[in-house]
């Protein structure tokens, strides 16, 4: 039967669902009313023929189930960043958890819906986790949230300060190029005693930055030490 209802998208805007014209389903209602209603305060709806299509998914989730959601959302940690739901059913950490928590067995894997049927909805899963991500990071994850750490880094003990630089420069006829330096001071000093420095750039954790690591070898320790971390915006492809 064609039905509408009330739909918040992952804007977060309330919208009424659009009436779609009746699909090819076979099921008919009869309804039955006494003739006399005071004798008789009863109705006999009957049904014939089964539905061509599953039962409307629930639209809401309840509260327990959001919390369970939202705890797993926490535990991602940087990753919770650029979550989306599909990412969410392919994470192999997030995975875990709800295998943990649904006391999962079977050898597929479970997915949000498994957890909640509301959760196979694309944009109410999307709208939980983006309020998840506003109070985890009230400046946002983009620069503006980096400027706050940076901050909050240097007005903490200097040993800890962790994001160092966070700055834009126009290069002429490259456009303009935001860097971001994370490194320890700890770290600073292992740079300042290495000769040898190699330069890793496979990471690509954050959408539409480069991100790259210093990682030289340390003889007397027998391993290389990562001591420095690097992201870069560049609105030039030349520019790395
Ligand atoms: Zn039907």
Request: net charge positive.
């Amino acid at each position: 039967m064609p039905y509408s209802n009330w739909h918040r998208g992952s804007d977060g805007i309330l919208k009424r669902g659009e009436i779609l014209p009746a699909i090819d389903c076979p099921t008919r209602y009869e309804i039955y009313y006494p003739n006399d209603s005071e004798a008789c305060p009863y109705i006999a709806p009957v049904s014939r023929n089964p539905h061509s299509h599953p039962n409307p998914k629930p639209s809401k989730t309840p509260a327990l189930v959001r919390g369970i959601l939202e705890e797993l959302l926490v535990i991602l940690g940087w990753k919770l960043v650029d979550a989306t739901p599909q990412r969410l059913n392919l994470d192999s950490g997030f995975i875990a958890g709800l295998r943990r928590i649904l006391e999962w067995n079977s050898a597929r894997n479970p997915t949000l819906a498994d957890l909640h049927p509301s959760l196979a909805n694309y944009d109410h899963a999307r709208r939980i986790i983006m309020e998840c991500r506003k109070t985890l990071y009230p400046h946002g994850t983009g620069l503006e949230g980096v400027k706050q750490l940076y901050t909050e880094h240097s007005q903490g003990p200097p040993e800890l300060a962790y994001v160092r630089a966070v700055e834009s420069h126009e290069i002429p006829r490259e456009g303009s190029c935001k860097t971001v330096l994370c490194m320890l001071p700890a770290m600073s000093r292992l740079l300042m005693a290495t000769w040898r420095i190699s330069i890793n750039t496979p990471f690509k954790r954050v959408h539409k930055w480069q991100e790259f690591e210093i990682k030289p070898w340390f003889p007397s320790y027998n391993r290389s030490i990562v001591i420095s971390q690097a992201i870069i915006a560049s609105q030039s492809e030349e520019v790395t």
